[in-house]
Structures are given as C-alpha cells and as structure tokens.
C-alpha cells in the first residue's frame, strides 16, 4: 500500500532550537519525496524535494531508503518557520500519470519567541 | 508567470445540489491535478488531467468528475453534494504528466466548499 505518515500533528519548539518533522513512507516501487509548506492564509508550496538534495531556508531532508523516512531538518528554528507541513510521495506511473501525490496528514510548526 | 488561479474562491450549496469548480494552469503547463483537503481525511487526490483526458483517478466515487479544455483549463464537478464534500478543493499545474522525475506542482489558493 501506498502510504505517507508524519506522526506528529504539532511540533512545538523554541526559536533557536532544533526542529525534526518525522515523515515516514510506504511504497514498492522507487520513491520521490516531497516536502510542501503552507504558511497562514498562503497557498500550498513545494520546500524541498529528495532528488535535489539542496537547502531551502536552512531545511534539509534526506531519504532513508533502509528505514522509508523521509524525515526534515533545521538546526535552528525561526519564529517565520510556523507552519503546516505536508510530506508527499510522487506515485502512479505505469498505467497513470506521474503527478499524483499521496500526502501525510501533516504536522503543524510552531516556532515560540 | 501569473500562478495557478481558482474560481470560486469560496461557495455555499446545499445537499442535492451540484457544483463546478474552475482552476486555470500557469501558462504552458498541461497537466492539472485535482485535491480535496478536509480535516479528518487530510490532503487526498481525486483525479489529474492532461491533453483533455483523464491520466489517473483517486478513490472517489462517481459524483466527482472533471474535464480538461483544449487551453488546458480544468473544471471539476460533484453532483448530488454530501454534507461530507464540505472541504477544500486544490488543483495543482505541472508541465506534463509522464516526466517520472524532477517536476513540480503548483498549486493554486483553492476553493472552499460549504455544503448545508
């Protein structure tokens, strides 16, 4: 089955402090991560994907394919980082088209002063 | 570039009624996905687009349909509405819908359906 879980739905944290949004995966086939962040009252947008391996805004995630995680990284949190944020598997193929997403249920960032 | 644009923005029904949501892509891009997004259920895929023709269907029954038009502009119906298709409705635009690796989505601001 396809799957994505992100255990926690709120993370809570001090600014300053190391922030770990937990993303775990299940899928057969060759996986392609995504990372979605959506501030208040903004649409939803692309932060990082795997297969660029690049930092965006200071947030790093990289693909544990022996544990399925998918897990993302800043060592020091940002009052601007409060957020929700979606990890997402690419899936279809074959018989489909690529662009379906199956998307955790998202774990909302709140950074404290 | 001009992002990914919904019409309406917010709309009440009533259940019984039907609905067509609209999405225009960012120009040049072809494929359009679809999402519904509620609390309970989260951030699930309905159905994606590409050259007038359905590429890929979620779980959804038959009372959610779409269609794509020649400039790429998507349009999603739901017939009959359900107390339970209150939510968020997102399309997403990408340049094509058979590149395997290294594409993005877009998504655009959604449409928020209230269903009474």
């Known amino acids: 089955a396809q799957r994505v879980t992100q255990p926690e739905k709120l993370l809570s944290v001090f600014k300053g402090a190391p922030v770990e949004l937990k993303c775990n995966y299940s899928?057969?086939?060759?996986?392609?991560l995504f990372w979605y962040v959506q501030y208040s009252r903004q649409r939803l947008q692309l932060l990082l994907r795997?297969?660029s391996r690049e930092s965006i805004k200071g947030f790093t995630a990289d693909l544990n394919k022996g544990e399925t995680s998918f897990h993302l990284k800043k060592p020091f949190a940002q009052e601007e980082d409060s957020a929700m944020y979606y990890c997402?598997?690419?899936?279809?193929?074959?018989?489909?088209?690529?662009?379906?997403?199956?998307f955790g249920a998202g774990t909302r960032l709140a950074v404290h002063p | 570039k001009a992002g990914v644009t919904q019409t309406p923005r917010y709309l009440i029904k009533t259940r019984g009624q039907q609905v067509t949501l609209s999405c225009s892509p960012i120009?040049?891009?072809?494929?359009v996905s679809w999402y519904q997004q509620t609390p309970g259920q989260g951030l699930q895929f309905l159905f994606e687009y590409f050259s007038e023709t359905q590429r890929n269907k979620g779980n959804f029954p038959g009372r959610f349909s779409g269609r794509q038009f020649s400039n790429s502009r998507s349009e999603m119906n739901v017939s009959t509405l359900e107390l339970g298709d209150s939510a968020l409705y997102l399309c997403a635009s990408s340049f094509s819908y058979r590149v395997p690796e290294g594409q993005t989505q877009y998504f655009g601001p959604g449409t928020r359906l209230l269903v009474l």
């Open positions: 120009s040049g891009h072809r494929s």
């Open positions: 997402a598997l690419r899936a279809g193929g074959r018989s489909g088209g690529y662009n379906k997403l199956i």
């Open positions: 795997h297969i």
């Open positions: 899928y057969s086939g060759s996986p392609e």
